[in-house]
Structure formats: structure tokens, C-alpha cells
């Protein structure tokens, strides 16, 4: 059994979406599909994660209890 996918970041959906369309231009076939629908829940659980993230403002950029280093914290 291969190990699960995970989508941890920008670079790895890329991969993975990349992967994608490489396999979209084969032949049908149980593995195939298989891969496919292996990338299909990894990139739905990392797009699920990205919106927990931002509604809950600790997205990209957020400065919440992250100290500035500029000796202000």
C-alpha cells in the first residue's frame, strides 16, 4: 500500500497538480484512476485546511502573537 498523500504547502499542490495533468493524458486504468483520486482528496483536504486557516485570520501575514523582532512584543 502506497502512503497517503499530503499537501503541506504551495510547492506540493503544484506537484501534485502537475502530476495531475501528466496522467490525464494515459490510458484509463484502475491504477490511474486510482493516483487521480488519491490527488483529488489531498488537494480537496489542503484547500479545506487554506480555508480554516483564513477564516479563522491566522492566514498568511497574520501578525497575531507573532513577535515583530523589533523588540515591540
Same mark, same amino acid.
Given at each position: 500500500?502506497?502512503?497517503? $498523500?499530503?499537501?503541506?504547502n504551495?510547492?506540493? $499542490?503544484?506537484? /501534485? $497538480?502537475?502530476? /495531475?495533468? *501528466? $496522467?490525464?493524458?494515459?490510458?484509463?486504468?484502475?491504477?490511474?484512476?486510482?493516483?487521480?483520486?488519491?490527488?483529488?482528496a /489531498?488537494?480537496?483536504?489542503?484547500e479545506?485546511?487554506?480555508?480554516?486557516?483564513?477564516? *479563522?485570520?491566522?492566514?498568511?501575514?497574520?501578525?497575531?502573537?507573532?513577535?515583530?523582532?523589533?523588540?515591540?512584543?
Open positions: 500500500m502506497m502512503p497517503r $498523500l499530503v499537501i503541506r504551495e510547492d506540493d $499542490l503544484n506537484a /501534485a $497538480l502537475d502530476r /495531475a495533468i *501528466s $496522467l490525464a493524458g494515459h490510458k484509463e486504468s484502475g491504477e490511474v484512476e486510482r493516483e487521480l483520486a488519491e490527488i483529488n /489531498a488537494v480537496k483536504v489542503y479545506e485546511s487554506l480555508a480554516v486557516i483564513t477564516a *479563522s485570520g491566522r492566514g498568511p501575514g497574520s501578525s497575531d502573537d507573532v513577535p515583530r523582532g523589533d523588540g515591540s512584543e
